[in-house]
């Protein structure tokens, strides 16, 4: 089991969606081989790259940037319900193959019963925040609501 010291530091919430919009400020194409680099670090251009990023993780190892893979978020993340869903909290498929697993970060609850805003880093499209089907468009119930150890809740 990781440790809340393992996982990297403390980080708020405003800062989670901080560092999220700097990759929307950015415009980053998506990819599983690629990195991006901007003030926040150097971290692998995809879905699980763009949340280690947004939560301050560090890389895996440390010494290579890049951050962890979706079952690595799960490690340093812990199940919450959809009520409980607040902005920097994550919508995650960690099971499967590369092509299906993915991580969304949570912004806010849409307007439209059912629907929320996400922050993606998606195939096919630069970092975007849209609104999506509760819990995700495809493969449904095998996505689930977890939340960053090291969130602080002030």
Sequence with gaps: MTTARAAGRLISRSEIVERACS?????VPYSQTRFHQNEHGIYRADCS???????GLPGKPEARHGGQD???LVLVSSLITP???RAGDVIIRSEGTR?????????????????????EQAGG????????????????RLYTPRRYVNVLEA
């Design 99 to 119: 092509e299906t697993r993915h991580v969304v970060i949570f912004a806010a609850w849409a307007e439209e019963s059912g629907r929320y805003w996400a922050y």
């Design 23 to 27: 990759w929307l400020r950015d415009s």
């Design 83 to 85: 009520e409980e869903l």
């Design 125 to 140: 499209h630069r970092t975007r925040l849209r609104s999506v089907t509760y819990p995700y468009e495809t493969g449904a």
């Design 49 to 55: 790259g763009f949340v280690s990023m947004a939560w």
């Design 70 to 72: 979706t079952r690595g």
